[in-house]
C-alpha cells in the first residue's frame, strides 16, 4: 500500500519510524529552516511535476548560511533524495515533500554556533487547497516580523510563529487568512503566501525590503506575467487603503498555487470575484505545475514511476 516516506540521518524510512529527541536544539528555538515542494501528479501522463525543485533547496542552503548550518548536500544531491522518497511512496496523487534543516544537538542553551546540525525530507499528502469563490482576508492586528529581527528571505521554523498568530486570529474572526503589515505599515505577506494587488491595470507586489519571502511561486507569476502578458510586475511598497482601491488581489505560494481574494476587512475587492488577470495566471499556473507547458521545460522534474 502507498505510505509516506521520510529521509532520516541517511535512511529511508516511514515517518513514524523517524524519532528527535525532546532535548533538540531546534524544538526548543526553532533553530531550522523548511521547504515546501509539491510533486504533482498528472493522472493522464501517468507522471510527478517537482516544480522549480533545484530552486527550493538552493534558497533552503542560504537560509542554512542565515542560521550556520552546514550540511553534506548540495541542491543536486537533496533533489535526487527527494525524488527517490516520491518514487517509494508509492502515492498516484499529489505529493507534498518538507525539507527540514536543523540544530540537531540535544542541547538546552540559546545559541547557533558549536551545534550539530542534520536535513531530513519527508513525503507525504495533504488535502488539496480550496478557496471556493476566493479568500476573505483581514488585515492582521499581528505586524509582520523584519528582516534585522529574524530574516525573512528564508523560510526559519521559528519566524512562522508571527504567521501561526495572524493566521489564527483571522480564522478565529471568521475571515479566511490575514494580511500582515510591516512596521511601516507597508503590505507584506499573509500567513505563509505573497501578496499580489492589481491597480489601475498595473500588477503590483510589496519589494524583497517590506519584509517577504522571496517566493518561488512568486517569481514564477512574475515571469508568467511577462512572457505570456507582456506585463511587467512593479515592485513597490503597497500602503493598506490600496487594498481597498484594488481592482483585483490575490495571494501566491507552492502549496496553494495562485489564490484570489475577494474581500478585506469586510470590503469587497474589485466586484467581488476573482478578478480576469488572476483567474489567467491561476490556470497558467496549474498547467505549469503539472509541467505541461514545453516553454518552461528547465523548471520541471519529471518522475515517472515504477
Known sequence: MPEPCAYFRGE?????????????????????????????????????????????????????????????????????ITVEAVRRTGFRQNVYCRPVAYKSSEFIGVKLHDLEDDWLMIATT???????????????????????????????????????????????????????????GHVSEGAVTNTFVVL????????????????????????????????????????RSELYEADEVFFTGTYAGVVPIVEIDHRPVGTGSPGSLTSNLQDMYRQLALGRNPRYSDWYTILRPD
Not at 469563490?133 to 528571505?153: A, E, M, V
Not at 483571522?170 to 503589515?181: S, V
Not at 491595470?201 to 515571469?223: A, E, F, H, N, Q
Request: charged content about 20%; proline content about 5%; some cysteine.
Open 200 to 239: 489601475k491595470g498595473v500588477l503590483v507586489t510589496p519589494p524583497p525590503c517590506d519584509s517577504i519571502l522571496l517566493g518561488i511561486t512568486r517569481d514564477t507569476v512574475m515571469r508568467l506575467a511577462r512572457n505570456e502578458l507582456g506585463m511587467e510586475t512593479l515592485e513597490r511598497s503597497i500602503v
Open 126 to 184: 495533504l488535502p488539496p487547497f480550496s478557496s471556493p469563490g476566493g479568500l476573505r482576508c483581514c488585515t492582521s492586528s499581528w505586524t509582520r516580523i523584519g528582516d534585522n529581527q529574524i530574516p525573512t528571505h528564508g523560510k526559519i521554523n521559528g519566524g512562522y510563529v508571527n504567521g501561526a498568530l495572524a493566521k489564527t486570529e483571522a480564522q478565529q474572526a471568521g475571515f479566511d487568512d490575514g494580511i500582515m503589515l510591516t512596521t511601516d
Open 12 to 80: 529511508y524510512m516511514n515517518p513514524k519510524d523517524a524519532r528527535i529527541g525532546i532535548m533538540t536544539h531546534a524544538f526548543h528555538y526553532g533553530t531550522a529552516t523548511f521547504g515546501g515542494i509539491n510533486a504533482t501528479w498528472d493522472d493522464e501522463q501517468q507522471q510527478f511535476c517537482l516544480f522549480r525543485i533545484k530552486e527550493h533547496y538552493c534558497r533552503q542552503l542560504n537560509a542554512c548560511k542565515m542560521l550556520q548550518i552546514r550540511l553534506p548536500y548540495t541542491a543536486d544531491d537533496m533533489t535526487n
